[in-house]
């Protein structure tokens, strides 16, 4: 088993900037993804972010050009630096790791009941 742990969130006003991290207990081979969802109050979870351990990225089309996923040599962290935020990214954000490839926003989504999650960290966005 894996524990994920984000961290980061916090409450800002539109325009502003986060960045959320999030670590891993340990590394094992079925974690070739990871990745962020979010999940707004009354809404389904989606994903926003995904990354692969060779480093490809994948987003979005709503957070596309303000969020930059990440990730350190270990690859048991990985970071979602957001920038212009808007009230509408106001949500809940979850680490989410190790579904099947490849590794997609739009798979992610699909394949979440096979990942590892955290806790989730929220973030709240003022007008």
């Known amino acids: 088993q894996v524990q994920l742990k984000e961290s980061g969130g916090g409450s800002v006003q539109a325009g502003g900037s986060l960045r959320l991290s999030c670590e891993a207990s340990?590394?094992?081979?079925?974690?070739?993804?990871m990745g962020w969802f979010y999940q707004a109050p009354g809404k389904d979870r989606e994903a926003v972010a995904a990354?692969?351990?060779?480093?490809?990225?994948n987003y979005a089309d709503s957070v596309k050009g303000r969020f930059t996923i990440s990730q350190d040599s270990t690859f048991r962290t990985i970071h979602l630096q957001m920038h212009n935020l808007q009230p509408e990214d106001t949500a809940m954000y979850y680490c989410?790791?190790?579904?099947?490839?490849?590794?997609?926003?739009?798979?992610?989504?699909?394949?979440?009941?096979?990942?590892?999650w955290g806790q989730g960290t929220q973030v709240t966005v003022s007008s």
């Open positions: 989410a790791a190790a579904w099947p490839g490849p590794c997609t926003v739009a798979n992610a989504s699909r394949q979440r009941a096979l990942a590892y």
């Open positions: 990354i692969s351990s060779d480093g490809a990225t």
């Open positions: 340990r590394y094992t081979n079925s974690m070739f993804c």
